[in-house]
């Protein structure tokens, strides 16, 4: 179905203005089509410890100060409880909230620069490793069935 959409959208273009147009009937049919892909009911263990193993050990923390290192080392009770949270808010729909405070630094951006002014600095956000592996996840869930 997908590709007979792909096909339609592609042998019903026009111009206008110099621009090509889709057929709106086609994009309808596309968009309506559903992926045939299993529902999707949470990630396991496994799957936790590739994402983990998926960052290098030196990213930087958030505001909690626990680095992927602690993270790769952490005892299996930890890792349970943490997969246990992250099930949990893909079941309901949410980012924890823990996950979205970042902490601000500002970093020089060249070592010619003068760091008494404002404009020789950066600000990076350092968000916590837990919201980064979750973001993995997230990503690894819905990156394989759209392509």
Same mark, same amino acid.
Not at 43 to 56: E, V
Not at 91 to 109: D, H, T, Y
């Given at each position: 179905?997908m590709?007979? @959409?792909?096909r339609?959208? /592609?042998?019903?273009?026009s111009?206008?203005q110099?621009?090509? %147009?889709? +057929?709106?009937?086609a994009? $309808?049919?596309?968009i309506? @089509?559903?992926? +045939?892909t *299993?529902?999707?009911t949470?990630?396991?263990m496994? /799957? !936790?410890? +590739?994402?983990l193993?998926?960052?290098?050990?030196?990213?930087?923390?958030g505001? +909690?100060?626990?680095?992927?290192?602690?993270?790769?080392?952490? &005892?299996? %009770?930890?890792?349970?409880?943490?997969? #246990?949270?992250?099930n #949990?808010?893909?079941?309901?729909?949410?980012? *924890?909230?823990k996950?979205?405070?970042? $902490?601000?630094? @500002?970093?020089l951006?060249?070592p010619e620069?003068? &760091?008494?002014?404002?404009?020789?600095? $950066?600000?990076? %956000?350092l968000?916590?490793?837990?919201?980064? !592996?979750?973001?993995? !996840?997230? !990503?690894?869930?819905?990156? &394989?069935p759209l392509?």
């Amino acid at each position: 179905m997908m590709l007979a @959409a792909t096909r339609t959208l /592609q042998s019903t273009s026009s111009t206008r203005q110099g621009q090509p %147009s889709v +057929d709106e009937s086609a994009l $309808r049919v596309m968009i309506s @089509a559903p992926l +045939d892909t *299993p529902p999707f009911t949470g990630w396991t263990m496994q /799957q !936790l410890k +590739d994402g983990l193993k998926s960052f290098g050990r030196k990213k930087a923390p958030g505001e +909690d100060a626990i680095d992927f290192a602690m993270l790769k080392e952490a &005892p299996e %009770s930890y890792l349970a409880s943490l997969l #246990h949270l992250f099930n #949990h808010a893909l079941a309901e729909g949410v980012f *924890p909230e823990k996950c979205k405070v970042a $902490r601000i630094k @500002a970093i020089l951006k060249s070592p010619e620069r003068d &760091p008494s002014l404002v404009s020789s600095l $950066r600000p990076i %956000s350092l968000l916590p490793c837990e919201g980064k !592996l979750l973001e993995r !996840l997230i !990503l690894n869930a819905i990156e &394989p069935p759209l392509w």
